[in-house]
């Protein structure tokens, strides 16, 4: 079942050429369906490719899903223009009018600033605070997942010597976790940041569960015990060429950047990287739609029923 877009959303045009079923609102309004309700809080400067690599992935499952795009209203975007945030966005105080089934908090260029200065940082914990209660499960993504650990259980994050980045390899540590059915024992995991969160910090939580860790011995994958919140650390949402396009943007820029590891062929950035994790990332994101959404959300929307309708 296809996604369910704006006809005029940029990304339609691409993830149609890539023979992903998306449907427009007048086609959906004909189907006697209830679509699952997902929003998006993109916190990414590059909006439009991000919401090109998550629908391309909430739109490979079984499922009808009905997009939000939500956008910040603390934060004045400086790299996706006025008109279409206004088009295809709704502003963050929308979101309380509505119960969604599932949420997903992205990534942000900010990891190496104090998330009491971020300038939406309030607004972000108002979000995470009515998702805990009105969200059936709420997908944080690297400093998203960085920021819901922070703000749900005091969990600070850590500067590292050096910036990691590239493809990780990483093992399972529950294997049967419904969030990685089908994984491999170990899988690969795009990573592009400078910070971190220690293992030891989570583990004296009884209430987070870990689930992977890279080659690193790094956290990669945790989640509440409710199956409420689960905190990813990677970005499997990535292109082939996002890591490149980091790596090449810094470069011309003389800033201090490695090679990503584990990405280009022989370590040759001359060369076109190979995507070894696209398998990985339509899976998990099948498997959280299927096991930590669908299953759990009731068919009706109803106040007093929301929690308690099967």
């Known amino acids: ?32 369906i209830r679509p699952l309700k997902i929003a998006i809080i993109n916190l990414m400067p590059t909006k439009e490719t991000t919401e090109t690599q998550l629908l391309r992935l909430l739109g490979n499952t079984p499922l009808q899903i009905d997009i939000s795009l939500v956008r910040m209203e603390a934060h004045e975007s400086t790299h996706t223009s006025g008109e279409h945030l206004d088009r295809f966005y ?35 914990c108002d979000i995470m605070d009515y998702a805990r209660e009105n969200v059936f499960s709420t ?6 997942a960085q920021a819901g650990l922070y703000h749900n259980y005091g969990i600070k994050k850590h500067s590292l010597d050096k910036k990691l980045f590239g493809v990780f390899m990483n093992h399972k540590i529950d294997n049967g976790e419904p969030l990685l059915r089908g994984f491999d024992d170990f899988f690969p995991v795009p990573t592009s940041r400078h910070t971190t969160v220690h293992t030891s910090a989570i583990m004296r ?35 082939t060429d996002t890591l ?31 995507n070894k ?19 759990e959300t009731p068919y009706e929307y109803t106040e007093d029923a929301w929690f308690y309708t099967i």
């Not at 502003?91 to 992205?106: C, N, W």
């Open 277 to 295: 994790w696209r398998s990985t990332a339509h899976l998990f994101f099948s498997n959280w739609l299927n096991y930590y959404v669908y299953q």
């Open 1 to 32: 079942m296809p996604i369910k877009i704006q006809s005029d959303l940029p990304a339609r045009s691409i993830l149609e050429n890539e023979n992903i079923f998306v449907m427009t609102e007048k086609r959906a309004s004909t189907q006697d």
């Open 139 to 144: 997908l944080h993504i690297c400093w998203g």
């Open 90 to 124: 709704i502003p963050s105080s929308e979101i309380f009018r509505h119960k969604y089934d599932g949420m997903i908090i992205t990534g942000a260029p900010v990891e190496q600033m104090p998330f009491e200065d971020v300038d939406y940082w309030s607004e972000l």
């Open 205 to 239: 939580n009884k209430t987070l569960k870990i689930l992977a860790e890279n080659s690193c011995s790094e956290v990669t994958l945790c989640k509440s015990a409710d199956n409420r919140e689960i905190y990813m650390m990677g970005h499997l949402e990535y292109d």
């Open 244 to 274: 490149s396009n980091e790596y090449w943007r810094d470069k011309n820029k003389n800033l201090p950047i490695d090679l990503p590891i584990n990405y280009f062929p022989n370590n040759d950035a001359s060369k076109k990287p190979c």
